[in-house]
């Protein structure tokens, strides 16, 4: 439905004639009627007055005191516990033995049931062989780029 220009300025003053209307109303001031008590109010003299009364029964249901989170303490969290440094699982690998053939020698470890030729830079699952000396060979356990040694025997 496409608006022409008549009902766009009866909706315009339709909204100016609300608009106009609620600000009137609103600084309207209510009238007060001040109430005056057709009967005198009758004083009690404190003697009459049976105090007993007053006092409450006991609660046959307990009653939850709704102050009590804030008259006691917090409870303080538990000690934080101080998580170790992860360190490296023991060396899977042992030492099996050497070889020497026409001048090169070859080291063998296993692993399991698995032989193992290794050599310096070579990589065996998580682990990389840094070094092999005449006394101990050098790995890195790559997850955490941790250096251990197996002693040769």
């Known amino acids: 439905m496409k608006l022409t220009p008549l009902h766009k300025r009866t909706a315009l003053i339709a ?6 209307a609620g600000v009137v109303a609103g600084r309207e001031k209510p009238s007060v009627e001040i109430i005056q008590s057709q009967r005198p109010v009758a004083r009690v003299a404190a003697d009459d ?22 008259s006691q303490p917090k409870p303080q969290p538990a000690a934080v516990q101080v998580q170790e440094k992860p ?19 070859e080291v063998f470890v296993m ?29 890195t356990y790559l997850p955490l780029k941790t250096r251990q040694t197996l002693e040769l025997q």
């Open 15 to 20: 909204a100016a004639a609300i608009l106009v």
């Open 49 to 70: 007055i049976d105090l007993s009364k007053l006092k409450r029964g006991e609660a046959t249901v307990p009653q939850n005191d709704l102050f009590k989170s804030f």
């Open 87 to 105: 360190s490296a699982p023991p060396l899977p690998f042992r030492y099996f033995g050497r070889l020497t053939e026409n001048g090169k020698t």
């Open 111 to 139: 692993r399991g049931e698995e032989l193992l030729s290794i050599d310096a830079g070579q990589q065996h699952g998580e682990y990389r062989v840094e070094q092999v000396s005449a006394s101990q060979i050098s790995f």
